[in-house]
């Protein structure tokens, strides 16, 4: 393979092949996350399209910023990724996707990928402005020692700490009265543009917050494989969104790990509207929408220190958390 010589070199082995991911590879590595997440409980692999937008992603350039250990059967053994948004008006961050199949882990693949993803990923943000902070992240269960171990070894510390929530649809589902001069609403494609610029809006007080672009929302968000938008809802003062909850289900999902649930995947109030019930208005419109489809639970996850008080509000609806994730950074620039 062509490698750049300024990167850490693959290991000397015949063991495996390294190369850039290609779309072609889509199907082995969504296989791998599969299987990773049987091994570690983490439910983190999406589906096939997931997998397959990650190299439509204006963030990164699978030819220059991925790496995968294939075997010789053509399995994926191990992976690093780099994406690194260039739209930014707070930090310029690199992201680091780093996954090793449980079978491979023994091999020291996922020390090699970590070291691999991480000088790649100076190298990109080398090419970015300095008047920004830079810095890298990478996350993971916070059941997973060994790669917590990894990180902190390599320099990186944990900044946030994340629950994913789940309430059954059984516990019984209050309506929210709204005021007057308020009406909700299903999602429709009339009130895309402002429900994209109501997200950019309610989100910029969020930890790490950098504006969304719009086709970033119409890749990831409304164009997502999984999105309902039957299952979505706005909130309407006037002709103007002043809150949104949008609504993800994927039956491929639901049968794999063995549970019908939707997911309230991107929720959110904007700043004048907020401490008036609003989204809890919208997590019960969601969780009615998602019973009436035949579903057993409603999911999300949330930051643990949202300044929004979130976690509050789906704790006071019934949500409880069953999985932890934990976020780690290194900070490589700050201006002068």
Request: with cysteine.
């Amino acid at each position: 393979m062509s490698t750049n010589n300024h990167l850490p070199q693959p290991p000397n082995t015949t063991e495996y092949e390294f190369r850039p991911a290609r779309l072609e590879d889509a199907p082995a590595i969504h296989r791998t996350q599969i299987a990773i997440d049987a091994h570690d409980s983490r439910e983190w692999a999406g589906t096939l399209a997931d997998t397959e937008k990650n190299f439509e992603d204006p963030a990164t350039d699978a030819a220059t910023g991925s790496l995968i250990a294939l075997t010789p059967e053509s399995d994926v053994a191990a992976l690093g990724w780099v994406f690194a948004p260039k739209k930014v008006e707070n930090k310029h961050r690199a992201y680091l996707w780093l996954d090793v199949h449980p079978q491979h882990r023994a091999n020291g693949l996922k020390g090699f990928m970590l070291e691999w993803a991480e000088a790649r990923a100076r190298q990109i943000l080398a090419e970015r402005p300095l008047n920004l902070p830079h810095a890298i992240r990478s996350g993971c269960m916070d059941n997973d020692p060994y790669k917590i171990t990894m990180l902190e070894q390599h320099g990186y510390q944990p900044v946030r700490h994340f629950f994913t929530m789940r309430r059954d649809l059984d516990q019984p589902i209050a309506d929210v009265a709204l005021p007057p001069d308020v009406t909700i609403r299903p999602w429709g494609l009339d009130v895309d543009e402002r429900t994209f610029e109501a997200s950019n809006d309610a989100f910029q007080d969020h930890w790490g917050f950098e504006p969304e672009t719009k086709e970033i929302w119409d890749l990831f968000y409304t164009g997502s494989e999984s999105f309902r938008g039957d299952l979505s809802f706005v909130i309407m003062a006037g002709d103007k969104v002043v809150g949104f909850s949008l609504n993800y289900l994927s039956p491929e999902e639901n049968e794999r790990n063995g549970i019908q649930e939707a997911w309230v995947g991107e929720l959110a109030v904007r700043r004048p509207w907020r401490k008036r019930g609003f989204a809890t208005a919208l997590l019960n419109q969601s969780m009615h929408a998602f019973e009436a489809e035949g579903l057993d639970y409603a999911t999300l996850g949330v930051d643990t220190e949202n300044p929004t008080g979130a976690l509050g509000v789906y704790e006071r609806v019934g949500f409880a958390p069953v999985k932890r994730s934990i976020s780690f950074a290194k900070t490589i620039h700050e201006p002068q």
